[in-house]
DNA sequence: ATAATATTTTAAGGAACTTTTAAGGTTTCT
DNA sequence: AGAAACCTTAAAAGTTCCTTAAAATATTAT
């Protein structure tokens, strides 16, 4: 299970991820309500916890935009004590729960156990890194629909992410067991890739390593 | 169960439709008089909830006009508090029950389900999508008649909404298991139906991904 | 049965997209 | 500097898909 969980105090949030991430549940934390929304967007957590008062934007602006866009997510709201209204407002707007601050961290996991028990609406296959969502059943990386020959590519270096892949492997995977030479195919489509993930902002790259081949990775990461 | 809600104010219609459509009603949304009226006339919907303040007709307006055509689906009027008033007349012109504003979501989902308990006015066989309806009896969409082929084809797509079908699949399923060659039937049928579609004015679009099929999603959709 | 109408098949041209090819440019390493 | 590996680009070649309309077939009405 993995959720986006949208919290400024820093180090409330650093406790809680420690022992969500023990218990099982891999947790992307954004700081503000702007990065907040941003993360929210995309189709890859199973639910989404949401601190009210938040720099830049409230957790209730981020929860009736996320809503507006027909997203589904089960979404948990966190607030201050006794800011009853707030729990008004986040309910009507489409929220699944509520949580009081302070809270016990077990007890949030459990009601994202709970939340997240139901039938998935999420029947995609999806692969997952960084900000990258790939769809395998229609070729779409974050909603842009790639050809085959990217698709193919893509998918190996998604599958295998930080680790390096060489030509004869993706040629082999992509265009088939003869591997009949053509480095250039890769390179090519390398190329095209990585407009793509400039094209889409992602903080993924494909990094070459020359001699041995490709390897895709996070921005900030080595 | 499938029904109408006929609300002027977006944030809680967005807040009530997650609600509801999370515990299992689909939910058609109209923003105003004009539009639910339009929409209460087809013979889709399990149970219809009105607000009364709407812009262009108001909800008693649309009650009247659905009655005075002997359409019997069950009708739910929302008002503002305190206006007794409209809520007598709402019952009087035959609404079948009346809550009043601010109400629980929870609430408004047991009433439904109260009311569609009842007998079944609707046994049409009919398949919902977006702002499709397609009636298996009479191979109409949205009234309008199909061909045999043009009918097999976005029932197919019908039942597999937002989901990528092959040419292979489609020719099998609507031409026989057979399916000799000819992906161009495909292909002249698919063309056919984009321009009933069009003719509709639908919301749902049926996208070409190419290499992989055909995939039938909303317009707003991914 | 025959004509009128509707549906399905066939076919062809072209539009849109993908893949291959190729050439010139850049970087990296020795 | 020179060589090898890699990048980028664009044109050529290849595919897949769309659209249309006419021919063949099936259906319905007269």
């Not at 929210?40 to 009736?64: F, T």
């Not at 995609?124 to 900000?131: L, P, Q, R, T």
């Amino acid at each position: 299970m993995r959720i986006l969980y949208v919290e400024d105090e820093k180090y409330l949030a650093d406790a809680v991820i420690h022992v969500l991430e023990k218990s099982g549940i891999s947790v992307d934390h954004a700081e503000d309500g702007e990065e907040g929304l941003n993360l929210a967007l995309k189709p890859i957590y199973d639910a989404i916890v949401l601190d009210i008062m938040l720099p830049k934007l409230s957790g209730i602006d981020i929860l009736r935009d996320v809503r507006e866009r027909g997203i589904k997510t089960p979404i948990i709201m966190l607030s201050a004590l006794s800011q009853v209204e707030d729990k008004i407002k986040g309910l009507n707007y489409g929220a699944d729960d509520y949580l009081a601050k302070p809270f016990k961290t077990a007890e949030l996991a459990a009601r994202l156990r709970a939340l997240v028990r139901r039938p998935a609406l999420n029947d995609e296959k999806i692969i997952c890194y960084s900000d990258l969502y790939y769809n395998l059943e229609d070729r779409t990386l974050n909603e842009l629909p790639l050809s085959e020959k990217e698709a193919g590519i893509i998918e190996a270096l998604l599958k295998n992410p930080e680790h390096v892949l060489n030509k004869e492997y993706l040629l082999s995977h992509v265009w088939g067991s003869d591997a009949s030479g053509e480095d250039n195919y890769v390179e090519v489509y390398i190329s095209y890739l990585r407009k793509k993930l400039e094209k889409l902002k992602s903080k993924a790259k494909i990094k070459t390593i020359r001699g041995l081949g490709y390897k895709l990775c996070s921005k900030n990461s080595s």
